[in-house]
């Protein structure tokens, strides 16, 4: 049985391989989640069956309770909470590798292991699992709006996160030049926790798309990092892959802000330009109602619907799936903008549309959809606004120049779905609101795009 | 073993290039799916988890710790391959 052991974890490697690159068309991806639970399937029964493993009872109920808990949990979590879920499965993860770590470390706390390489393996195993798990928390407790999304900064922030950071590099030196200092260990695990801390509660909601796709990737690195200590090539893999997809993730969403990890980590974005917005007073705003909108989309040829983060808060992507239902019956081809940070982490737009049943072909990327925008008849923004602002691509000064923007101004003409004039998330006035070609639909997203759907249905006016 | 065995240097690099590879091939559609997936696959490291909790001479301590991680790599994977399936049966072509 144990010489099938090595076997197994080629197998499961390569399964998750099949996986990710199952992954790659949504034709092909449901084959890739069961190549992945088939591997981890196999990967699970290999570890059980080692020769080194006698004791199952413990292991058996905590597989157990796991799945009692991981069930309920995948089957009603709803599709809005999909960026909470990832942070907190984020924090697991990370804390069950930092525990194995712990476990490890007491295993190896002798003389005999002073400055080995599985000392320091451990370390900077652990100080990414430990740092990884309580940044995933804060960053879930952000996105589950139990703290303010808004950057937190005060004075002395920098010079407060290097010294956390140097005591606990330093801490760590201590312990794998020799493991036999206990005491140092919990201190240690503290100063990691504190450091991961101190990472997110800087971060605003809006950077919430990177900062996830780069725990996401350190939560791998632990992984393969551990495989290191462990001598274990399949955590090896799985963390390598798992850190690579992260961290390319990361880099997606970075470039769609034109902005650098360093400064989405240590910018404090939303703070600064805060202050920046006001002045626009004598600017006229046109607004309409849900019926002209309604009489305008229904003469329109194309029509380009470019969601934001707002459509999320706002449920309304049944009522846009409605509106696009309504149209397309009507003849008019109807097109979704996705711009790659629109939301709170990578993708999310696309999930909910598609959960929505808007189909996935009409889900457009923004490279993709910009060139269309000058011959679409409609651009009808729904709860975006720093994705859709022409100052971006116009203004040197704004403090979102030169981001990737969807260029809905170019459309013929703008609707524009919002509550208030209240400037967007970066604080960052948005020069689309009073373009000429710009009409205003005020309310909420849900209310007024159901509204809009009910005229073009024939059902009479929802919304006066 | 004091020191690093290149063996698994070599299968960090190789398996980090692949993952560059296949990552870049992934539709942003899929990109929320993506990563509950990828957190799923990492939740392997339940592997070192069961070995902590059950190999012969673990000491408490070590039976504790490794229980916890049991649990939370078990969370993680279940709910992890489950809402990636359930995100990916919405993603339907048109005219279905």
Redesign the interface.
Known sequence: MNALVPFAAIA??TL??L???W?????T??R??RA??L??LI??V???V?H?????N??V???I???A???P???L?P?TA?PQ??AI??A??A???G??G???Y??HAHAE?A????IWALMFEMALGFLTCTASLIAFAKLQELLGSRPVSFSGQRFLNGAVALAAVTVAILIALDPTRTVLFPVFVGLALVFGILLVVPIGGADMPTV??LL?SY??LA??A???A?????????????????F??AV?MCKAMNRSFANVMFGGFGAVAAGVAGGKDDRVVRSASAEEAAMQLENAGTVVIVPGYGMAVAQAQHKVSELYQALTKKGVEVKFA?H?VAGR????M??LL??A?V?????V?LDDINPDLPQADVAMIIGANDTVNPSARDDPNSAIAGMPIIEADRAKSVFVIKRSMNAGFAGIDNPIYYNSNTQMLFGDAKDMVGAIAKELTGGGSGLH | MTALNPDYLFVFILAGFVGFQLIKKVSPLLHSPLMSLTNAIAAVVIVGAISVTGEAGATPLAKTLGVVAVFCATVNLVSGFMITDRMLKMFKPRGK
């Open positions: 499961a490697s998750f391989i996986s990710l690159m992954m790659s068309h949504p034709s991806a449901r890739g989640v992945g639970e591997g981890m990967a699970i290999g570890a059980l080692h080194e493993v006698v004791d199952y413990l292991i109920i905590a597989m309770a796991g799945a808990v991981g069930i949990m995948a089957l979590m599709m999909i879920r990832t499965s984020h697991f993860g804390l069950a590798v525990l194995i712990a476990a490890e007491y295993k292991f400055g080995s390489f599985v996830i796709a996401n939560a791998g992984a393969s551990m495989g290191f462990l001598g274990n090539k399949l955590l090896i893999v799985a963390g390598a892959l798992d850190g690579a997809s992260g390319i993730l997606i996705i790659p982490m990578p993708g999310h696309n999930v598609a959960e049943n189909p996935y072909e009409q889900l990327e």
